[in-house]
């Protein structure tokens, strides 16, 4: 039990330290690439209040705070499925970064869909899933060096339950991209 509790406690401080550093500093960056693509949306709205184009203290801790956010979520979820994962460092941070980015782009393109009509669709999807990837890949390899899992083999079982999760987020990016150039 106290090895579970220091498990999530690293992956829960790792992952806020990485997505307030890399993921809010990425978001801050991108979003400003994002207007500079297409001036003409100057003034508008986008789905979380912001209005594109205002380099603001509150809109850049909004997405900093977002990113450390964002960061405690991807630690605790390593930390909790790693035990699923294959036994290797380098194929865990694979499949994780793969999972955790298809996830978030799934879900960032259906909680901000009305935003992809106003920003470029394509340039849009590419910065999200560069950020969160980018985000992503330091989590399972500081976890890991300040908290090593046990040595463990995963079966079949834990194998099947990582492919039916990969899919499963591949489908929920899948149909996430077709809605962002449905809109």
Same mark, same amino acid.
């Given at each position: 039990?106290?090895?579970?509790?220091?498990?999530?406690?690293?992956?829960?401080?790792?992952?806020? *330290?990485?997505?307030?550093?890399?993921?809010?500093?990425?978001?801050?960056?991108?979003?400003?690439?994002?207007?500079?693509?297409?001036?003409?949306?100057?003034?508008?709205?986008?789905?979380?209040?912001?209005?594109?184009?205002?380099?603001?203290?509150?809109?850049?801790?909004?997405?900093?705070?977002?990113?450390?956010?964002?960061?405690?979520?991807?630690?605790?979820?390593?930390?909790?499925?790693?035990?699923?994962?294959?036994?290797?460092?380098?194929?865990?941070?694979?499949?994780?970064?793969?999972?955790?980015?298809?996830?978030?782009?799934?879900?960032?393109?259906?909680?901000?869909?009305?935003?992809?009509?106003?920003?470029?669709?394509?340039?849009?999807?590419?910065?999200?899933?560069?950020? *969160?990837?980018?985000?992503?890949?330091? *989590?399972?390899?500081?976890?890991?060096?300040?908290?090593?899992?046990?040595?463990?083999?995963?079966?079949?079982?834990?194998?099947? *339950?990582?492919?039916?999760?990969?899919?499963?987020?591949?489908?929920?990016?899948?149909?996430?991209?077709?809605?962002?150039?449905?809109?």
């Amino acid at each position: 039990m106290r090895w579970w509790l220091r498990s999530l406690m690293f992956g829960a401080a790792v992952g806020f *330290v990485v997505g307030l550093a890399l993921g809010g500093t990425l978001g801050r960056v991108f979003m400003r690439l994002l207007f500079l693509a297409r001036e003409d949306t100057l003034g508008f709205q986008t789905a979380m209040g912001a209005t594109i184009g205002d380099f603001t203290s509150g809109g850049t801790a909004a997405i900093y705070a977002f990113g450390a956010l964002a960061g405690v979520a991807l630690g605790v979820a390593y930390s909790v499925g790693r035990t699923l994962l294959p036994s290797g460092t380098r194929l865990r941070t694979i499949i994780f970064t793969l999972a955790a980015t298809a996830f978030m782009l799934g879900q960032i393109t259906r909680a901000n869909r009305e935003d992809f009509s106003l920003l470029p669709v394509t340039v849009s999807l590419l910065l999200v899933v560069v950020s *969160v990837a980018l985000t992503a890949a330091p *989590v399972p390899l500081l976890i890991e060096r300040l908290a090593p899992d046990r040595e463990r083999r995963p079966g079949l079982l834990a194998q099947g *339950v990582v492919a039916l999760g990969m899919t499963g987020f591949a489908g929920f990016a899948v149909t996430g991209i077709v809605m962002a150039y449905t809109v």
